[in-house]
C-alpha cells in the first residue's frame, strides 16, 4: 500500500449539515470536554508528543483545539478549522466558507479507543459550532482508511466528493463531486 500511496493518493470529502447533528449528544461523565488553549500545550503535548511545533503554529493560524479528559489526562483531541483546512496527505489547503468547520487529526489514545471518547469530543464540538450559526461541518479522509471513514459515517457525515494527486508524470491533483455540484477550492500549501 505504501508503494500505491507514494504515487496516488486520494481523499474523501465527507460533510454532516450542523442541522442533521444528532440530538442525543453522549453524557460527558466521566468524561470532560474542553478547548485547549496556549496554556495547556502541556497536556496535548503529554498525548501526541512529536506534535509539539504543530500545536502552537495551528493556535496561531486561528485554528482551535478541542479535547476529552479523564482524571485530568487529555485522551482524545481534535482540531477544526474555519477559514483553510490543511490537507497534508495532499500537501494542500481547502478554502472554507463563512458557514463551514472542518474537522482533523483526531486522536484518541488507544486504550479508550471505542469507548466514546471519539463521539463524545466531536458532537459536543460540533454542536458549539452549530450554535454559533456554521451550518455545515467538513473532513477529509484517505480512502485506504476504512475505519475513519466507518467513524465519519457513524456520526452521519457523507461523502460528497473525492480529491487525488498523482505525483508520478504529469504531477497533477484532481477532484470529482458525487452530485455534480462544484467541490470546496483545493489550494497547495503556502
Known sequence: MKLVTSVCRRVVLMELPLSRL????????????????????????????????????????????????????VVATGWVATKRAPVPYLGAELVLGPE???LYDGYTTP???????????????LSGYQERGFQRALCVVATENRISLASARS????????????????????????????????????
Do not use: H
Request: hydrophobic share 35%; proline share 8%; aromatic share 10%.
Open 22 to 73: 444528532q440530538e442525543n449528544l453522549p453524557a460527558p461523565a466521566p468524561l470532560k470536554f474542553r478547548e485547549l488553549g496556549p496554556a495547556e500545550g502541556p497536556l496535548y503535548r503529554a498525548l501526541r508528543p512529536r506534535q509539539d511545533a504543530a500545536f502552537q503554529r495551528r493556535l496561531e493560524r486561528g485554528d482551535r483545539c478541542f479535547a476529552v479528559s479523564r482524571e485530568d489526562r
Open 111 to 125: 486504550e479508550l479507543r471505542r469507548t466514546g471518547a471519539y463521539r463524545t469530543r466531536i458532537l459536543l464540538t
Open 100 to 102: 463551514e468547520c472542518f
Open 155 to 190: 456520526l452521519g457525515f457523507e461523502v460528497i466528493g473525492l480529491y487525488g494527486w498523482w505525483r508520478g508524470p504529469g504531477r497533477r491533483r484532481w477532484d470529482r463531486s458525487r452530485d455534480g455540484k462544484a467541490l470546496l477550492e483545493l489550494v497547495p500549501t503556502p
